[in-house]
């Protein structure tokens, strides 16, 4: 692993990346700044397909500009939409799917996302994991509502069927008590119900 641990993110591109294939669909149901869809869309390689999701404008101008740089904007769809009606866009089955909990860094943190929307989208991707598919949640509590969210997400995915679904959490235990964490669930390869 050539991240540091203190990269949440790499630390999961790192799992993430023995899970995708060229040519599967993924999803990044926050694209943000655009750096996990660019991760997403050099994994699926010209075969595959991303679907990005966000809420506001803004960072999809910036995911696309960074998607451009890279030559793989041809691999992904962006939406200006919510992740909650992730359904409405996508219905095909996925590999895996990435979200970032939170704001949008260096902008509003009013705007951010919320736990409603945020567990329709989990339900939704759910539907569509594939078995031996990961979703990776990067989840932030420093900002108003987040740990109410990350309450409710942490209360949906505990309930999960322990045959079905792996779910793990790792944080730091030498940070802040709202420092950022992350959430890893697998849908299992042996469950047939």
Not at 91 to 106: D, I, K
Not at 150 to 174: D, Q, T
Request: glycine share 8%; with cysteine; aromatic share 8%.
């Amino acid at each position: 692993m050539n991240n540091r641990l203190q990269d949440i993110q790499g630390f999961l591109r790192t799992i993430l990346r023995a899970s995708i294939q060229p040519g599967d669909i993924v999803l990044d149901l926050t694209a943000g700044r655009g750096r996990d869809t660019l991760f997403l869309a050099q994994q699926v390689g010209g075969s595959g397909r991303v679907y990005a999701f966000d809420v506001q404008e803004v960072a999809l101008q910036q995911t696309k500009i960074l998607l451009e740089e890279h030559q793989v904007e041809d691999r992904v769809c962006l939406y200006h939409w919510d992740h909650g009606r992730l359904l409405e866009k996508v219905q095909c089955p996925v590999q895996a799917a990435m979200f970032n909990l939170g704001y949008l860094p260096g902008h509003s943190q009013e705007i951010t996302t919320q736990a409603a929307s945020t567990l329709a989208a989990l339900e939704a991707v759910l539907q569509l994991l594939r078995q031996g598919g990961v979703i990776a949640l990067t989840v932030y509590r420093g900002h108003p509502g987040g740990v109410e969210e990350a309450a409710a997400v942490e209360e949906f995915l505990s309930c999960l069927p322990r045959r079905k679904y792996s779910v793990l959490r790792g944080e730091y235990i030498n940070q802040a008590l709202n420092a950022p964490y992350w959430i890893l669930v697998q849908k299992n390869k042996g469950d047939t119900e």
